[in-house]
């Protein structure tokens, strides 16, 4: 029987996750202080059954870099990698994930995702999102989306002309761009910790 283990962490790990057979891992990331260097983030899907579920919630700031590689791997069959990034940026912090989807020959039955979604809250900070497919196999299932651009103009100004202050109306839209991952996390209190963290980071 499949048991369920969900990480709450504080950074995109630099090291390499292998997965058991039928395991299932959920990591929730709250990431507000940057690193140094490109770090190499791996999952290694080798135990057939096994899945894998990443959420990160990046918030950056001032100088702060993130720059990562994420790498998923389908070692064995019926496997499941699906790593989600969203990103707020302000003054000159820089964000920079690509995410690699590799399906081995002769693998059958895994499902791979990837997105990377930022949001440029500064005309300095920048972001960049490349996602990449490499699939070796004919019976996979692998998508990918990524974005990068300012908070919507035209809800932005429909709010404003609510009565809205536009501090608190581009805080609204920003938490609703983080919202839509909100329902892949289970435990309400991880929700409850990074709500508030991005209304500290909104409301500075």
């Known amino acids: 029987m ?3 283990e969900i990480r709450f ?7 390499t996750i292998t997965l058991a057979p039928k395991s299932d891992l959920v990591l929730v990331g709250l990431i507000t202080q940057g690193w140094e260097g490109t770090r190499e983030f791996k999952i290694d899907a080798s135990g057939e059954g096994s899945s894998f579920r990443g959420i990160f919630f990046v918030l950056g700031e001032k100088k702060d ?3 990562v590689n994420i ?9 499941l990698i699906h790593t989600r990034v ?12 690509s995410g690699v989807a590799k399906v081995q020959e002769k693998i059958i039955g895994a499902d791979s995702y990837f997105s990377h979604h930022t949001l440029l809250l500064s005309e300095n900070s920048s972001a960049k999102a490349a996602p990449n497919l ?5 019976s996979v299932k692998a998508g990918h989306a990524a974005s990068v651009g300012k908070v919507d ?3 932005l100004f429909y709010l ?25 996390i289970e435990d309400e209190h991880i929700k409850s910790v990074i709500r508030e963290a991005l209304t500290k980071f909104l409301f500075k």
């Not at 490499?134 to 004919?138: A, G, V």
């Not at 809205?164 to 761009?177: E, H």
């Open 2 to 4: 499949t048991k369920k």
């Open 9 to 15: 962490i504080e950074t995109i790990p630099n090291e």
């Open 65 to 67: 870099s993130f720059l």
């Open 71 to 79: 790498t998923s791997i389908h070692n064995a069959n019926d496997t």
């Open 86 to 97: 969203r990103a707020a940026l302000m003054d000159s912090a820089v964000c920079n994930i």
């Open 134 to 138: 490499e699939i070796k196999s004919d």
């Open 153 to 155: 103009e035209e809800a």
């Open 160 to 184: 404003l002309s609510r009565g809205i202050s536009q501090k608190d109306a581009k805080a609204l839209l920003v938490q609703g761009f983080f919202e839509t991952e909100m329902s892949g």
